[in-house]
């Protein structure tokens, strides 16, 4: 069975075609950070426009890449929410078109459901159940994954996610958008113990994540520094900042997978494709005896081929969209029995 995805939900335009749950047979991403970064972030009404004038261009790629025409595709899996109403739209409305023209069945992704299966594609033994640590640009999440369509919700957080955080402290430092992976560089040069900032809401039992504070601490800090006229340790404050973030986030993470019961743990969303984060983890894992598990760089970030995977299995669930399918810009992650 050949599933094509579709990914539009903010600044990359992704298609990609799937040989039935687990077979990569192309992913195109089209990104438009390089437009986006003189503005210091993504502009929605230029992601709209970009997604309209690469979206085709993208899916026929896709299926060129996979060997294949648009008439052997079997089913078309679109994300439908959460990201920019407009770049969204996008993505839906093609996948819609497909459907009809092709007559064959449309399956609407969650997005954050499609990071989290970004791990099926990167590890063909993974099997439910299993605890995932989602931490991407606009989230931040422990899942407890009990089935291909039961999922779970342990913790999520209560304000900012951890890649906003990253960007946001990134942008006060000067450095470009997107901000995590200039932090992820600058860190490898700092201390991680220079400067003391604050690890939010540690008690144990709790999988509720709050950036907010440390990411204050952290703009504080660079503004008094400032105000001193001092010379801003950029490593430093990144290697700081990070080890902050990164502490919290496997505390938690194996505190859910103890809790839970758990012996796997993955890891999903940009965020993933942090070099500490993922050390730390691999760290406490062998430590552990749990076994963890993380999507390459290119599965990590947004793309085509995550979505087409989580429809997948939605479509083994009989879980279909009809063509009223519209976009959710605030769709989040979900219980689901
Ligand atoms: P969401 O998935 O929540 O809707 P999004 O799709 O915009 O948001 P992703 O594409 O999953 O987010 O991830 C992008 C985020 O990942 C950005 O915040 C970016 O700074 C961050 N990121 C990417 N690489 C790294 C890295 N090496 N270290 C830290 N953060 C990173
Ligand atoms: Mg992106
Ligand atoms: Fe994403």
């Given at each position: 069975i050949l599933t094509l995805g579709i990914e539009s939900s903010c600044d990359e335009t992704s298609a990609a075609v799937l040989r039935g749950g687990r077979t990569i047979l192309s992913n195109v991403i089209s990104t438009q950070i390089p437009i986006h970064q003189k503005f210091g972030g993504v502009v929605p009404e230029i992601a709209s426009r970009k997604h309209i004038v690469n979206i085709m261009p993208v899916i026929d790629e896709a299926v060129r890449q996979a060997g294949?025409?648009?008439?052997?595709?079997?089913q078309v899996a679109v994300t439908?929410?959460?990201?920019?109403v407009g770049a969204l739209l996008v993505g839906v409305s093609a996948a819609k078109a497909l459907a009809f023209a092709l007559d064959k069945p449309l399956i609407g992704v969650n997005h954050l459901e499609g990071h989290i299966f970004a791990n099926f594609l990167a590890e063909p033994t993974l099997e439910p159940p299993f605890m995932a640590l989602v931490v991407s640009g606009g989230h931040t999440a422990l899942v407890d994954v009990r089935g291909y369509d039961s999922f779970h919700m342990m913790g999520q957080t209560r304000d900012d996610a951890a890649g906003e955080a990253f960007d946001k402290i990134a942008r006060v430092m000067?450095?470009?958008?997107?901000?995590g992976p200039r932090i992820d560089a600058l860190a490898k040069e700092g201390d991680p113990l220079a400067i003391d900032f604050p690890r939010a809401l540690?008690?144990?039992?709790?999988y509720e994540f709050s950036f907010s504070g440390l990411k204050s601490a952290v703009l504080n800090y660079i503004n008094s520094e400032k105000m001193k006229g001092h010379e801003l340790r950029k490593a430093d404050i990144a290697a700081s900042f990070q080890h902050s973030v990164v502490e919290v986030l496997v505390e938690k993470a194996f505190d859910a997978v103890r809790r839970a019961g758990r012996d796997t743990l993955v890891l999903a969303g940009?965020?993933?494709?942090?070099s500490g984060l993922e050390a730390r983890l691999r760290e406490r894992a062998k430590e552990t005896g749990v076994r963890f598990f993380y999507p390459n760089r290119i599965l990590c970030t947004d793309n085509a081929a995550m979505i087409a995977c989580r429809g997948y299995y939605q479509a083994k669930h009989g879980d279909f969209s009809d063509l009223y399918l519209n976009a959710v810009p605030g769709l989040g992650l979900e219980e689901r029995e």
């Open positions: 294949v025409t648009l008439k052997d595709i079997d439908y929410g959460p990201g920019l000067g450095l470009p958008y997107p901000g540690e008690e144990k039992g709790n940009g965020v993933a494709a942090n």
